[in-house]
């Protein structure tokens, strides 16, 4: 995704920028000087897995309150479950009384159909997510911050929760030119990125 950005997407405009995956895991990919930043273990971007609330929900990592576990994929559709069969969506609870499991692309409908219970859960995401980029903007100081995924289907609500958290959070000196867009590309910039990265291995470009 952050090679399809770099090609097709925020790359074009900037040397320095991030890119995040918001899916069924949270990862952020860090572009510096043009150069994807992978860590020594090709396994850095892994912010999914910063605690945010120890408190929070189990995640898959077998730690508890995960960003993972109130952002990702996975947790927004459970929370949504949990809305529909308590009634407090009513959204949610058709989906269910249709005997079908929800998906993102509910919770993206209901989001767009201003459901107040999915507004909610995608601003929560945006707030979460928002608060751990802080972080991520204070180190990198990067001049954009593009979020992709499944998940940044929410679009406009949970855009202007990061917006703000970040806003909020990092320092205002890294905060004035900063960028924080949805990726026009969308999961287009996977593909995109695979084949720049299929055409550089065969051809050594
Ligand atoms: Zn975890």
Do not use: W
């Amino acid at each position: 995704m952050a090679r399809g950005e770099g090609h097709s997407g925020a790359g074009r405009d900037h040397r320095d920028y991030l890119v995040v995956r918001l899916g069924s895991g949270i990862t952020a990919t860090t572009v510096s000087g043009g150069q994807v930043v992978e860590g020594a273990a090709a396994a850095g971007g892994e912010i999914g897995h910063v605690r945010v609330d120890e408190f929070g929900p189990a995640c898959t990592c077998g730690n508890s309150g995960c960003l993972d576990s109130f952002a990702a994929l996975p947790a927004l559709v459970e929370q949504a479950r949990a809305a529909g069969e308590s009634g407090r969506s009513a959204d949610f609870a058709r989906v269910l009384a249709e005997g079908r499991s929800l998906e993102i692309g509910d919770v993206v409908a209901a989001v767009a159909a201003g459901d107040r219970v999915a507004v909610q859960v995608a601003r929560d995401a945006g707030r979460r997510v928002g608060e751990v980029l802080a972080t991520l903007v204070a180190f990198a100081n990067p001049a954009q911050v593009v979020l992709g995924g499944p998940v940044a289907a929410l679009g406009d609500n949970l855009l202007a929760e990061v917006r703000a958290a970040v806003l909020r959070k990092a320092p205002t000196a890294l905060t004035h030119d900063l960028r924080i867009d949805l990726s026009g590309l969308g999961e287009r910039a996977v593909l995109i990125g695979a084949a720049h990265a299929a055409t550089e291995r065969s051809f050594g470009a």
